[in-house]
């Protein structure tokens, strides 16, 4: 009975949408979506077009909002509208003049691990009437899973409750264990930096060998663990920064290596070269992502930390290469062979 009675408002909701059309759409002012529509491209290495179709799906959710179609404190934004609207948010002051102008409030969404589509969000807003919509954005599958690998609000999750976390390798990485015991470089003065080092699995370790170690990460929960991991174990020549690549000062000639296992790397000059400048004269960068074939098949990895073959010393062309391979091995996130690329390049100028 509820059902029918449901399919019948809903009837008349469609039947009334579509002839009175009695809503104004959310636009997204223009200065904000050359900035979206940038990040999108550079984050999640989405072509021109897709990043507009997201934002215009964004405008779609964000009018149902407005028009309270869509509790935006229930209603979970499917993966590629979330990374949009994310992406919006982390640009406080723009978004926040947004907020207010069109909600008359600061409205944000609720981190949410489990992301089904959400087709039931994309009906209602149907049924109310917005009928130019995109289903296929509402369902890009691939998106969806980066935001396990790259959204801070589910990197907190996941530290805080630590089993949430499945299948993630918490010892150190292998390639990076291998590479350290064969190369044995010594203990005086090798200063590593260790990019996005989450828990910390990987810069306990080299602390553990009594390197010189700095990391960071932009999860908090991350470094929490890390610190007091550090603190039990006695160790001293840890530091621990909670920031973003982009506001860590990576400094000029300082590292004798940078890890950098699992991040995305922005093909973007500026950034390579902050990057390559911090090195040190022979200072060594190390590489793990998985290989580009894991965009297909049934379990895809994220694309920002997926490469095509050769990519990764092609970005870092001034560095020359110690080590490229592509074998099929156990990657850190997964639990389950997959092709992986490990690189070193190293600065020989
Ligand atoms: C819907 O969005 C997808 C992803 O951006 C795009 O490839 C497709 O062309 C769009 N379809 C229409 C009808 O605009
Ligand atoms: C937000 O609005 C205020 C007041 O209108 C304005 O001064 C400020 O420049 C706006 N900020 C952005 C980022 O647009
Ligand atoms: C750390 O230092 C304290 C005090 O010196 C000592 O009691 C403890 O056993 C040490 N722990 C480890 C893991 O070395
Ligand atoms: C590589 O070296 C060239 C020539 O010195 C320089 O122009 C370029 O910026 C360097 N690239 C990076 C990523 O550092
Ligand atoms: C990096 O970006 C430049 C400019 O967009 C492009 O020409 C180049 O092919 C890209 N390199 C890689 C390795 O993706």
Not at 179 to 185: S, T
Not at 215 to 234: M, P
Not at 243 to 256: A, K, N, R
């Amino acid at each position: 009975m509820k059902i029918i009675v449901n399919l019948l408002l809903n009837c008349i909701f469609f039947i009334y949408g579509i002839l009175s059309k009695s809503y104004d759409e959310v636009q997204i002012p223009m200065n904000d979506i050359q900035y979206i529509i940038s990040h999108l491209q550079i984050k999640y290495r989405m072509n021109y077009n897709d990043a507009k179709n997201c934002i215009i799906e964004l405008e779609h959710f964000f009018t149902g909002i407005k028009y309270k179609i869509i509790n935006n404190m229930i209603d979970h934004p499917p993966g590629a509208i979330k990374n949009t609207w994310e992406i919006y948010i982390v640009h406080t002051s723009m978004y926040y003049n947004f907020s207010y102008l069109t909600f008359d409030r600061y409205i944000h969404y609720t981190p949410l691990v489990e992301d089904k589509g959400q087709l039931y969000i994309y009906n209602k807003l149907r049924i109310f009437g917005i009928d130019n919509m995109n289903e296929t954005v509402w369902l890009l599958r691939s998106l969806n899973e980066q935001e396990y690998y790259s959204s801070l609000a589910t990197w907190n999750t996941y530290f805080k409750k630590s089993k949430s976390l499945v299948n993630f390798n918490s010892n150190v990485n292998k390639f990076l264990k291998q590479f350290i015991e064969e190369y044995n470089p010594s203990l005086n003065n090798f200063k590593v930096l260790d990019i996005a080092m989450g828990q910390g699995r990987n810069s306990i370790w080299l602390a553990q060998k009594g390197y010189d170690v700095v990391g960071f990460d932009t999860s908090i929960e991350g470094i929490n663990i890390a610190k007091n991991q550090a603190e039990r174990l006695n160790l001293t020549t840890l530091q621990t920064y909670v920031t973003s690549i982009e506001e860590f000062y990576f400094g000029v000639e300082q590292w004798d290596l940078i890890v950098c296992i699992y991040f995305p790397i922005i093909n973007q000059t500026k950034y390579l070269q902050k990057l390559e400048q911090s090195l040190k004269y022979k200072g060594l960068f190390m590489v793990e992502v998985f290989h580009w074939d894991n965009l297909i098949g049934e379990h895809r990895m994220p694309i920002d930390v997926t490469y095509k073959t050769n990519i990764i010393p092609l970005l870092f062309s001034n560095l020359t290469t110690i080590i490229y391979e592509e074998p099929m091995d156990y990657s850190d996130f997964g639990n389950r062979l997959t092709k992986i690329i490990r690189y070193v390049g190293q600065k020989q100028y």
